[in-house]
């Protein structure tokens, strides 16, 4: 079991991304002899980012890991995400 929370960046939690939910923080379990997993990171309500508004970001951090009696490790632990405005004038 590994626990992550966001943090805002100039993207903000429940308008632009739903972010991990509570009070900011989340959990998630990678799967036995895997080493990759998917966090949901969604979009609230449908929202799309406006033409002409900007990128918007947010981080992502991974706080701590349980049950490592196979040995596993946290790699990298922060990663900055970014909303990508695909809203293009007609």
């Known amino acids: ?14 308008t632009d991304y ?4 509570g009070a900011g923080s989340g959990m998630f379990t990678v ?3 895997t080493t990759t997993a ?6 609230p ?18 706080d701590s890991a349980s049950n490592t009696a196979t040995g596993a490790l946290l790699g990298t632990t922060t990663a900055t995400e970014t909303i990508v405005n695909t809203t293009f004038p007609p």
Do not use: W
């Open 45 to 62: 309500a449908g929202r799309e980012l406006q033409i002409g508004e900007l990128n918007k970001t947010f981080t992502l951090t991974l």
């Open 31 to 33: 799967p036995a002899n």
């Open 18 to 21: 739903t972010g991990s939910p």
């Open 1 to 14: 079991m590994i626990t992550y929370h966001t943090t805002d960046g100039t993207a903000v939690s429940g």
């Open 38 to 43: 998917n966090i949901p990171i969604n979009d």
